[in-house]
């Protein structure tokens, strides 16, 4: 079983949609929790951190839920710019290794 | 500015022979990771290392050997026992402490010919 877990998509909206991603985790010992953007050939990049009060960074939402072991990226009035794969992380319980989600593309269309 | 890099950009390599993919930070992080991706595909785990002088082997560690002789550096060496090396190979950085997040290099895109 895959550490990390995620639907690969696409996910085809037009601009101005609210998108939803989920991913899962199998570590219940994990402690950290990520959702980066990658662009096409290009490196992952921080988009939030994801606490287990939940947070939110202007159109972007996320969540976590441990009971169920999963964390969520909502997208509210989506934007061109927002086309990108995203990728789910989950930290190690000791901090030293970071584990992938193979992504989910997004791409937003006019 | 702080950061982390990579270099070159882009490696051609033909088949036999070992390559060294460079990896610098000055982000005073103690931990550093190699990972490859394959089109369509997320990142695996080539090795990581905590610590000067240590280092761990990841998920796909077999045909890649690293060394960790300064804090500030971690090359990754792909030998010719690499069946498939093209990839995109991806060098990061993070501290090991609290849950803080990693950092990118830019990446080195390795093609076989």
């Known amino acids: 079983r895959k550490e990390v877990e995620q639907d690969p998509g696409p996910f085809n909206v037009p601009e101005g949609a609210t998108v939803a991603f989920n991913c899962t985790y199998s570590?219940?010992?994990?402690?950290?929790f990520f959702w980066y953007r990658q662009d096409c050939r290009k490196e992952p990049k921080l988009l939030m951190s994801v606490y287990s009060s939940g947070n939110e960074d202007g159109r972007f939402t996320a969540q976590l839920n441990r009971a169920s072991q999963y964390i969520s990226l909502l997208i509210r009035d989506s934007k061109l710019s927002d086309s990108a794969t995203y990728l789910c992380v989950v930290g190690a319980d000791n901090f030293n290794k970071f584990y992938f989600g193979s992504g989910t593309k997004l791409n937003v269309k006019p | 500015d702080g950061g982390i890099t990579q270099s070159p950009k882009y490696l051609f390599r033909k088949e036999g022979q070992n390559v060294t993919l460079s990896c610098e930070q000055n982000?005073?992080?103690?931990?550093m990771y190699w990972y490859r991706q394959d089109p369509g595909q997320g990142l695996r785990l080539i090795y990581y290392s905590q610590i000067v002088n240590d280092f761990q082997k990841g998920d796909i560690a077999e045909g890649y050997s690293v060394s960790r002789e300064k804090k500030e550096s971690f090359p990754l060496t792909v030998t010719s026992a690499q069946k498939n090396p093209t990839a995109f190979y991806l060098c990061?950085?993070?501290?090991?402490?609290?849950?803080?997040?990693?950092?990118f290099g830019q990446g080195t895109r390795l093609t076989v010919v």
């Open positions: 570590n219940s010992a994990s402690q950290s």
């Open positions: 990061a950085s993070s501290l090991t402490r609290d849950a803080t997040e990693a950092f």
């Open positions: 982000l005073n992080h103690d931990a």
